[in-house]
């Protein structure tokens, strides 16, 4: 028998629809069913690549995990990794077809994907008992119903029904839960079996006059109230996250500050969370038109735009404040795109990323880049190998991570490797990574996740923490980064199931609830 299947749907992007798809994967998981997740078509710049090397949406990544799986292609089939104002590169079940722009995306090329979307779904339905989808942006835009492929015509082929979610940490949810109903037609307006309240402050209570109305209005019941919960992490997709930023921004001391430059087209950002749920380390970032200050390291992240990116911050004067600081001996490291921009220069002769052929680098590592229409996507295992005093202590300590980049980099003469390659997509390897200066106090890689490692995020902070002349953290003291994500799986289901009737939920799919009640 296929899956039973679940959609959650928003009247709006960023009301929390990946959070919330990833709690009911937690929650059935816990419940004893064998669920895996799936969004026919994301936009966003967080990606990961998976055990065979496929390149797939950031959430998806999270979801998988949520329901105790290894993440797949089928979970995320169309991946859009926006490159300017109206254009994405293409990625269909982890392979990069293509640039096109908005238009040649919705006139035409969508309509030739639905039935690869279609077929992952079914493999998915074939393989797990529940299926929990997570649409895209609002079924309601009336532009885009005619060729969508994410939101209702998915929630028909799945015959999923629907929860559609509102943020009322924005304002005006009543109107959104209203007016988006109003807008789609009669037979998806029927789809939609509950309402979720996303994001609540305050006593709810004194919200249940606003429950009844809309439950009159609209004769869809409101099946949960959720509220807006803090204190634990659930990655994000698209951007970093509105709690991160505030963070950032808020006079907290720590003893280690780390300065995040914020590119416009920042991507992987998540590679940095790791460093942020350090209880010593005050992780800061810094955008256009803002200064760097004094940290004690500087991160320069991986962009899909990375010569327009570094173009900007020549011209905001980040970048002459990024060379300074080196100078002063501050550490920089730089992360795939941040690693290139490190360089003497970045060509791009067909103009793979941007318009613009070459661009100067930092110039603080010796190294070039040459961007190339062949893509890197696989996992990694590695060793550091060293070499002054940021890497030194880290010594052959594995890593484990996963490459996503067009560019090839060529290191000058007598350049050292940040890292070795072991292993490359489950094969045997030995092949050299990034990059450290004559100084070793700037390296760059192109592994993303070198810092989800727990032994060697800790020893790179104490290293931080020696060359300020405080004493390292005692073994054990730093976080772990697998227990911390489980428990905060928990607890979002904790939080979910118990705002949730999921009673009624269970009795939408058809299920009884908790196997073996």
């Not at 009844?212 to 919960?229: N, S, W």
């Not at 001996?329 to 791009?348: A, Y």
Request: with cysteine.
């Amino acid at each position: 028998m296929p899956a039973r299947t679940i959609m959650v749907q928003g009247t709006a992007s960023h009301v929390g629809k990946s959070v919330l798809v990833a709690a009911l994967c937690r929650i059935f998981y816990q419940d004893g069913y064998r669920v895996a997740p799936f969004k026919s078509q994301n936009m966003a710049l967080n990606s990961f690549v998976t055990a065979d090397g496929g390149e797939m949406g950031r959430a998806q990544v999270v979801q998988a995990e949520a329901a105790g799986l290894a993440p797949h292609v089928d979970m995320n089939p169309v991946l859009l990794k926006p490159t300017g104002q109206a254009s994405s590169q293409v990625i269909v079940l982890g392979r990069p077809v293509g640039n096109l722009t908005a238009g040649e995306y919705h006139n035409g090329y969508a309509r030739r994907v639905w039935s690869i979307i279609c077929e992952a779904l079914d493999r998915l339905r074939k393989d797990y008992e529940v299926v929990a989808i997570e649409g895209a942006g609002s079924p309601a835009e009336v532009n885009l119903q005619a060729t969508e492929i994410v939101n209702m015509r998915v929630a028909r082929q799945a015959q999923a029904p629907v929860l559609l979610a509102v943020d009322i940490d924005k304002g005006g949810a009543l109107a959104s839960v209203v007016g988006t109903l109003e807008l789609l037609s009669p037979e998806d307006r029927a789809r939609v079996a509950g309402v979720i309240i996303n994001k609540f402050r305050g006593d709810v209570r004194l919200f249940q006059p606003a429950v009844d109305f809309l439950e009159a209005k609209t004769g869809v019941p409101v099946v949960g109230i959720v509220p807006y919960f803090q204190g634990f992490r659930v990655q994000e997709e698209d951007t970093v996250s509105e709690e991160s930023l505030r963070r950032s921004t808020a006079p907290v001391h720590r003893e280690v500050e780390i300065a995040v430059v914020h590119l416009p087209h920042i991507s992987n950002f998540t590679d940095f969370d790791p460093l942020e749920d350090e209880t010593d380390v005050k992780l800061r970032y810094v955008a256009e038109g803002e200064s760097l200050g004094r940290p004690d390291l500087v991160l320069l992240p991986g962009s899909k735009n990375t010569i327009e990116d570094l173009v900007t911050l020549q011209k905001c004067g980040l970048a002459d404040e990024i060379r300074g600081l080196a100078a002063e001996g501050v550490p920089v490291v730089g992360i795939c795109g941040g690693f290139q921009m490190l360089g003497r220069e970045l060509n791009d002769p067909g103009h793979t990323e941007s318009g613009v052929s070459r661009v100067a680098g930092l110039g603080l590592l010796d190294v070039s880049t040459t961007f190339i229409w062949d893509k890197v996507t696989t996992q990694v295992e590695a060793v550091v190998c060293g070499g002054g005093p940021l890497l030194e202590e880290a010594a052959g300590l594995p890593l484990t991570g996963y490459e996503i980049h067009m560019g090839r980099t060529d290191r000058g003469a007598g350049t050292r490797p940040a890292c070795r390659i072991r292993l490359r997509s489950g094969c045997a390897v030995d092949l050299p990574d990034g990059a450290v200066s004559g100084d070793g106090l700037v390296f760059g890689t192109y592994i993303h996740g070198i810092f989800d490692r727990d032994e060697f995020r800790r020893r790179f902070i104490d290293t931080l923490r020696v060359r300020k002349g405080l004493s390292p953290l005692r073994p054990g003291q730093g976080a772990s980064l697998s227990a911390q994500r489980e428990r905060d799986y928990n607890r979002l289901a904790a939080v979910v199931r118990e705002s949730l009737d999921m009673e009624k939920i269970y009795g939408f799919m058809g299920l009884p609830g908790r196997k073996g009640n």
